[in-house]
Structure formats: C-alpha cells, structure tokens
C-alpha cells in the first residue's frame, strides 16, 4: 500500500517522461515526414505520366486522321511545335512499312512506334506506344 501511495503522490513529470515522450514524438514524425514525402513523389510521378500518356493519344488521333501517304518519319521535325509539346519531353515518332524487308507483300500497313522520354522525380522513364496504320482501300 506504501508503494501506491507514493506512485500517487508525485505528480510531476520527471526528466525520464520528458525525454521519452520527446523521441516517441520525433520517430513519428520522421515516419509521417517520409511517408508524405514518398506520397507526393508517386503522385507527381502519375501527372507527369499522365501528360505523357495525353501526348501519346493527341498524336495518335491525328495519325488516324491522315491518309495512308501522308505518314512519313518526317512528321518528327513539328510534333514539339503541332502539339505544344513541353521542353523536359524528348518524343520520337519511328514510321516503318510492314513489307521493308518483303518487297513482294503489298504496302498497306505501316507500323508506327511513339517514344516518349522524359524525367520523372528521381529516374529518366521511357512511354512507348505502337500502332499500325492500314491503308483503306
């Protein structure tokens, strides 16, 4: 009962309390610091992502706008000015017939692979999107 009595009667915190609870509240802190941290890396990562995945369709789209003739590998030298491409993204557009190693198959399919360079948070990343274009009859 004595030692009851006493563990009642101090009322003040000692030195011990104070430094415990003060690194309870420093670990938590550095978790929720890092846990937000790494949150708000992978949310700009999706956006950036995002506005490359936007190119990608934007271009696509007018792709299957033109004629069958009219997709060549020059369309390379206006993507950046045509779709007000961003400066932090590299695109290439690679255009390559069906039959360029079989002359004797008729050409009408090209295949047409997009490459979307850009840098992420951390680490460069690559989008890459094929597609063919059939030439309609």
Do not use: C, P, W
Not at 2 to 24: C, E, F, H, P, Y
Not at 91 to 116: A, F, G, P, W
């Amino acid at each position: 009962m004595n030692i009851l009595r006493k563990i009642k009667s101090n009322k003040a915190a000692t030195m011990a309390d104070v430094i415990i609870g003060m690194l309870i509240l420093i670990i938590f802190t550095g978790i929720l610091t890092t846990s937000f941290y790494q949150i708000y890396k992978h949310n700009i990562s999706i956006r950036i992502n995002a506005i490359a995945v936007d190119y990608a369709i934007k271009i696509f789209e007018d792709i299957d706008k033109m004629q069958y003739e009219e997709v060549e590998n020059n369309l390379n030298n206006n993507l950046r000015e045509n779709y007000d491409i961003k400066d932090n993204y590299q695109i290439n557009l690679v255009v390559q017939n069906y039959n360029q190693e079989d002359k004797t198959k008729e050409d009408i399919i090209k295949i047409i692979t997009l490459n979307i360079k850009y840098k992420s948070v951390d680490e460069s990343e690559t989008y890459t999107v094929k597609k063919l274009k059939i030439k309609e009859m």
